[in-house]
């Protein structure tokens, strides 16, 4: 199995990960303990696994790398679904047994996934583009810390005040560490690629070294409970976030609105709510630990909704598509398809996450964000994956394009 066609399988086991996440809000508020199980299984399972294949093949596209060993690249693929299986299970049923095996299994995965970059920039030949590689690097750093918390939590006797700060400081370093980092990394090669443009100049150095030490400073200030350090920390990683919006800016005026696509304007609007989750974070958190944990619901709605789930169904947009095997005039089919009804979904599931983040102020109620934030993504989904599996060209199909001299 080549390394396109594993990316693939990644990103189908991540779309039934979210599907799990989406069924799993029609449970009981105890079974599902309260918003722990969509959120895990959607940041543990789908975003990690779709992380951990496509990461593999940005690693080696951008190293000029040949494919990473299949018996490797198997593993990991395995290792990470049983490791998200594990702790979710293990959370649920109760066993501490089965959340420490799972979370050990899903850092193995990590370190895994951490050799096999390390290995195709080893590899490679190409040498250019150093930036997101290092963040990738970062990613995964911040990922192990995080799941090193998260055993910490789920398997040991704390202090409530203690338990409180490293799972203040467990969510810093997964939302903005393993998940943004890797956004971020792979964005700025992707969103031009995405809308068919060269890259605009912008801050990048100065960008990831804000994100990285302002995620350093924070899970150490946020974990020991010192409140001027966490803010240093937030305030430093949401500056980076401001340079990453100016570079998704650049790129949406340098394109145009009109021609963006589908997939250009989900990962544009997902900038704009990162920027926007970032300082919501630094304010909330300037109000202390417990406006922290007050402003959740709101900064999950901006963060996981609005910028890393928008991410993920706009990466599958264009992902899906043009990773099918066949000619390019083809793939630009599956892309047309892709783009049918694309502003309906942008409208629903950006307005439904503005109306979760807004939920309570001006007497607006959750309910209408969860009216239309689901059904958003919902459609998303299925325009990506319709483009992405529906029925290819038959064989006469594909002669005719040959014949025609319209193959690219």
Not at 246 to 253: A, I, Q
Request: charged share 10%.
């Amino acid at each position: 199995m080549r390394l396109r066609g594993l990316s693939r399988l990644y990103n189908l086991v991540a779309g039934v990960w979210l599907l799990a996440a989406a069924l799993s809000l029609a449970l009981p508020d105890r079974v599902r303990l309260g918003r722990w199980l969509p959120l895990h299984l959607a940041l543990v399972g789908a975003v990690s696994v779709a992380i951990s294949g496509n990461m593999q093949a940005f690693a080696a596209g951008l190293s000029f790398a040949p494919d990473p060993p299949r018996p490797l690249s198997l593993s990991q693929f395995f290792m990470v679904n049983l490791g998200s299986a594990g702790v979710t299970l293990g959370m649920v049923l109760g066993s501490r047994q089965l959340l420490v095996g799972g979370g050990a299994v899903f850092a193995s995965a990590l370190i895994l996934l951490g050799y096999l970059v390390l290995s195709s920039w080893l590899r490679g030949v190409g040498r250019k583009h150093t930036l997101p590689l290092l963040l990738y690097g970062g990613a995964i750093l911040a990922g192990l810390s995080g799941v090193g918390l998260g055993l910490l939590l789920g398997g040991a006797h704390l202090p409530v005040r203690l338990w409180l700060s490293l799972r203040r400081a467990h969510l810093f370093l997964n939302l903005l560490g393993w998940v943004s980092l890797t956004i971020v990394g792979t964005l700025v090669i992707f969103l031009p690629t995405v809308l068919r443009m060269r890259p605009p100049a912008w801050r990048g150095k100065e960008a990831a070294g804000l994100l990285a030490s302002g995620l350093l400073v924070g899970a150490i200030g946020l974990a020991g409970e010192w409140r001027g350090v966490a803010l240093a920390g937030v305030a430093l990683h949401g500056l980076g976030s401001l340079l990453v919006l100016d570079f998704g800016v650049r790129s949406l005026v340098g394109k145009g609105w009109a021609r963006a696509g589908a997939a250009g304007k989900h990962l544009v609007a997902a900038v704009v709510w990162y920027a926007a989750g970032s300082w919501y974070l630094f304010s909330a958190l300037f109000r202390g630990g417990v406006g922290l944990d007050y402003a959740l619901p709101r900064l999950l709605a901006m963060l996981v909704g609005g910028w890393i789930l928008q991410c993920l169904l706009g990466a599958w947009l264009y992902l899906l598509p043009v990773g099918r095997p066949g000619l390019p005039s083809f793939r630009k089919r599956y892309l047309a398809v892709a783009e049918r009804g694309a502003g309906v979904g942008l409208l629903l599931l950006n307005g439904g996450f503005l109306l979760l983040a807004t939920a309570g102020l001006a007497g607006v109620p959750p309910w209408l964000g969860w009216g239309l934030a689901p059904p958003g993504a919902a459609w998303v989904t299925v325009r990506g994956w319709v483009a992405g599996l529906a029925g290819a060209p038959g064989r006469a199909g594909a002669l005719g394009e040959l014949q025609g001299g319209r193959g690219e």
